[in-house]
């Protein structure tokens, strides 16, 4: 069997061979430390998996945060060419189709306006922020509500005067991702997920309000409103229910279809179809449908939240600058222009927990990041710094313009919760300054700052790669877990 | 390449005899259930399934598998002895009935129906019974009870086709292995 080998620092290479029916080589992007761990994880065995898929481009990467998911590796990017029998992998996107995080800067001062005030904060926003299992969102919609968002996305909160137009421009395509089928979506998912609109759901999802640290690139934050000092929220959610049995659905669909195509590959979770099939552009469809959901859905509790701030601060909402600085998504597949070997290919682009990262002068930015690049914005665990990066325009030719988009976990749960009890966590993150409000205390250690790797190692091997460059670093100062 | 086996979290059984145990993973979480025959298999699986969503734990220090399923040892015929595990209303009875080609499709369509039933209506299994696991179909009843306290498990997106084997197990019976996307 071949062995991976480094091909420059923090860039390793896992050659053709290393599972059987490779058509590509895999390349992760991690320091030696972040590698050996990746091994150990059998998240490079998934790298090398990934690789095997019918008209894949170019290799299988893998970001610093890589880790062992469940098909892909979390932290998996994979282009194919749909013109050369090239496939789309619901498992490459994941259950959690459109899952992203987004950050909200203010005017709000930590030491002047909120210090005092953020135990009030973090009560208030719990009683408001619906989260855990299952639930009411806050917006919940009708059948024909739902349908507006599956196409609409952003807009139809916005039309309800949820929100203001900006919110919109700092989102991903627009805050709409076109080409959702509301068809495509089952009437079971409508069933599973349409009252959440609005609500955070459970694992790792969190809301956070931060404190920015340290700006190490002046430019780039002072472009997205950034200061040291200042207070932000930073959201991670998905689409809920409705992105979970859509994926379900589908993969159901192609996990029949995949073998009788004649398609073999080395996990069950990897089954795919060519993108040109009618079955594929079902599930692009009903994925678009339900990215479209999740950037609703975080849209809807970011206004929660300035409503939230504006009532316990006893300020209106438009004096407290709580502007969307930028809203990624870090499950989704998409169709994008790459030049490949001198010459610009349209490629199905799977990002499974890593985020796109387009460089400066990128055409599909806002003119307010054009020279800066895109804002990636990358959460921690509680307890532990997250970062804003923007991307660097070089990883447009190393990783389909993509990086990092967490710490990435490095323990199991069972074992980060025999570690530490909940209570006994809490108690810690709070004597270090954290407070937290979780729906389930018992489940809280499960994601402990210690079941994740060093977020500030995976930012700087991606600055070192030239992935994406650190703009900010933020601190925790309250949690709202799922 | 290093193959690491999934850790047990805890055993509720030997090879021959009816179980299940959660596997470990760094992000999700895995099942690892067998039976006597492929519906007691299945019944197992569901019941971790039940496990992590915070619907019943086993019994304390019972060693054995949970007793609140009429599973391999009470298929008696008649209607099944449910006992629910949570507290809340009475339990309701469910018919579930799955179609695929394969017993890894089957068991993989049963336990996601078993999870959408739980979401839409925001209830917590109390029960299980296999009836049948053969010609492309798997047919049976799952209880739940609602009303009671929110069930204080995970959240499951999905069960996942990861590294699925619904197999003879070589200790004889049917061995099953499954992840969750947490």
Redesign the interface.
């Given at each position: 069997?071949s062995e991976p080998r480094r091909l420059e620092p923090s860039v390793w290479e896992i050659p053709v061979g290393?599972?059987e029916g490779m058509r590509v080589p895999g390349i992760v992007f991690a320091s030696d430390e972040l590698f050996d761990r990746a091994?150990?994880?059998?998240?490079v065995?998934q790298v090398a998996n990934v690789a095997t898929l019918p008209g894949i481009v170019g290799a299988s990467y893998a970001m610093p945060d890589i880790?062992?998911?469940?098909?892909f590796p979390?932290g998996g990017v994979a282009a194919t060419d749909p013109a050369e029998g090239g496939v789309v992998s619901p498992?490459g996107v994941?259950?959690?189709i459109g899952c992203g995080v987004r950050l909200l800067r203010s005017d709000l001062d930590w030491d002047a306006d909120v210090r005092e005030r953020i135990g009030e904060l973090v009560g208030a926003l719990a009683r408001r922020i619906p989260r855990?299992?299952?639930?009411a969102g806050l917006l919940p919609l009708d059948r024909a509500g739902v349908d507006r968002v599956l196409v609409e996305g952003v807009r139809l909160p916005l039309a309800r005067g949820i929100g203001v137009e900006a919110d919109a421009a700092a989102c991903e395509d627009g805050g709409t991702v076109p080409g959702a089928d509301p068809a495509q979506v089952s009437d079971?998912a409508y069933?599973?997920g349409a009252p959440q609109l609005g609500s955070l759901?459970?694992?790792n999802h969190f809301l956070e309000v931060q404190v920015v640290d340290q700006v190490r690139d002046q430019p780039a934050a002072a472009a997205m409103g950034l200061t040291a000092g200042q207070v932000c929220v930073m959201l991670h959610t998905g689409s809920r229910?409705i992105g979970?049995?859509t994926?379900?659905d589908h993969?159901?669909v192609i996990?029949?279809l995949s073998p009788a195509l004649g398609i073999r590959v080395p996990?069950?979770?990897l089954?795919c179809v060519p993108v040109q099939r009618p079955e594929a552009a079902a599930y692009l469809g009903a994925m678009r449908a339900a990215a479209n959901f999740a950037l609703a859905n975080r849209h809807v509790l970011a206004d929660g939240v300035r409503q939230v701030f504006a009532e316990v601060l006893g300020r209106p909402v438009a004096d407290l600058g709580m502007d969307l600085v930028y809203d990624v998504s870090h499950n989704l597949a998409k169709l994008e222009e790459h030049e490949v070997e001198g010459r610009p290919r349209t490629l199905c682009v799977h990002r499974k927990g890593a985020t796109r990262a387009l460089g400066p002068g990128h055409p599909d930015l806002p003119d307010r990041y054009r020279d800066v690049g895109q804002p990636v914005i990358n959460p921690g665990s509680m307890g532990t710094f997250s970062y804003v990066l923007a991307g660097d325009r070089r990883a447009g030719a190393r990783s389909f313009a993509s990086t990092c988009h967490g710490a990435g976990?490095?323990?199991?749960?069972?074992?980060a919760r025999k570690l530490m009890s909940g209570p006994d966590l809490r108690r810690k993150l709070e004597a270090e300054g954290v407070v937290l409000a979780a729906s389930?205390w018992?489940?809280l250690s499960?994601e402990a700052p210690y079941a994740y790797k060093d977020a500030t190692a995976v930012v700087e091997t991606c600055e070192r790669v030239g992935l994406s460059r650190v703009v900010a670093r933020l601190r925790p100062a309250g949690v709202l877990k799922? | 390449?290093?193959q690491?086996p999934g850790v047990p979290?805890h055993d509720h059984g030997g090879p021959r005899r009816a179980g299940y145990e959660?596997l470990?993973?760094?992000?999700?979480?895995g099942i690892r259930a067998r039976g006597p025959t492929l519906e007691a298999a299945f019944e197992q699986a569901t019941e971790g399934l039940a496990e992590v969503l915070g619907a019943l734990a086993p019994p304390e220090g019972s060693g054995g598998p949970p007793g609140w399923s009429p599973g391999a040892s009470g298929r008696s015929g008649g209607p099944p002895g449910w006992s629910p595990g949570g507290s809340g209303g009475p339990a309701e009875a469910v018919v579930v009935e799955v179609a695929?080609?394969d017993p890894?499709?089957l068991l993989?369509?049963w336990l996601?129906e078993v999870l959408?039933l739980r979401?839409?209506r925001?209830a917590v299994v109390a029960g299980v019974r296999v009836e049948r696991v053969a010609d492309g179909a798997a047919v049976g009843e799952v209880a739940f009870t609602s009303g009671g306290p929110?069930?204080?498990?995970?959240?499951v997106?999905?069960?996942?086709?990861?590294?699925?084997r619904v197999e003879p197990d070589p200790g004889g019976g049917w061995l099953i292995e499954v992840?969750l996307?947490?």
């Open positions: 069997m290393y599972v091994v150990e994880d059998r998240a065995e880790h062992w998911g469940y098909g979390i498992g994941g259950f959690d855990g299992p299952g639930g079971r069933q599973r759901g459970g694992g229910g979970h049995q994926c379900t993969l159901k996990d029949r996990d069950r979770q089954s976990r490095s323990m199991s749960r069972t074992r389930n018992k489940l499960e799922g | 390449m290093a690491r979290d959660l470990e993973h760094t992000a999700d979480v695929a080609g890894g499709g993989v369509d996601n959408w979401e839409v925001q929110a069930p204080d498990g995970t959240s997106k999905a069960v996942t086709y990861h590294r699925l992840y996307d947490v």
